[in-house]
C-alpha cells in the first residue's frame, strides 16, 4: 500500500497528539491526583442538614476573615437555598466587595443540578450524595446570574440566583 507523503505526516501527527494527550491525562491522574472535586465527600442526601456547613443557620454567606467568605448551598427542585435573612425572608442574592474569596460548598436533596457563576469561572456539578466546593476570587464587579446547568426537571429554568460584586 502506498501511502502520501502527507498522509504519513498527518498520521503521525495525529497519533502522536493523541499519546500525549493521553500522557498529560494519566500524569494529571495519577501522579498529581487531580480528580472531579465533587467526588472529595460524601454526604447522605436524605440527611443533609446532619452536616455542619448545610444546617439551616450556616447556609448562605459567612465572613471567615478580611476578604474571605463562604457560601453554603443546599440545592432541590427547583431551588438554591441561601437560607434566610433578617426578615426570615430566603436570600437569593450574594454580596461582596470586588476582590474577595468566595468559597462555595454545595450539595443536592434530590436529583443532579448545575452551580453555575454565569461570567466567572464557578461552575461545579451537584450530586445526591456528594459535597461539591469551589473557590474563586471576584475579580470584576457587577452581577452575575447563578444558574442551574443540569437539566433537573420542569423548573429546571426557574432555578437560579445572583452574585453581585460590588
Ligand atoms: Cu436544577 Cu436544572
Not at 476573615?65 to 442574592?93: H, L, Q, R
Request: hydrophobic share 40%; proline share 4%; net charge negative.
Amino acid at each position: 500500500m502506498h501511502l502520501h507523503k502527507y498522509e504519513k505526516v498527518w498520521l503521525t501527527f495525529g497519533m502522536a497528539s493523541l499519546v500525549i494527550f493521553l500522557l498529560i491525562i494519566g500524569f494529571a491522574a495519577f501522579w498529581k491526583g487531580t480528580h472531579p472535586q465533587s467526588h472529595l465527600e460524601t454526604i447522605d442526601p436524605n440527611n443533609v442538614e446532619a452536616h455542619d456547613s448545610f444546617k439551616p443557620e450556616n447556609l448562605g454567606l459567612t465572613e471567615v476573615a478580611d476578604g474571605k467568605y463562604k457560601v453554603n448551598i443546599v440545592a432541590s427542585a427547583f431551588n438554591y437555598d441561601f437560607g434566610v435573612d433578617k426578615d426570615e425572608k430566603p436570600v437569593k442574592t450574594i454580596r461582596v466587595p470586588q476582590g474577595s474569596t468566595i468559597l462555595f460548598t454545595a450539595t443536592t436533596k434530590d436529583v443532579v443540578h448545575g452551580f453555575q457563576v454565569a461570567g466567572t469561572n464557578v461552575n461545579m456539578m451537584l450530586e445526591p450524595g456528594h459535597i461539591s466546593r469551589f473557590e474563586a476570587v471576584m475579580k470584576n464587579k457587577g452581577e452575575f446570574t447563578i444558574v442551574c446547568n443540569e437539566y433537573c426537571g420542569i423548573g429546571h429554568h426557574q432555578m437560579f440566583g445572583k452574585v453581585e460584586v460590588y
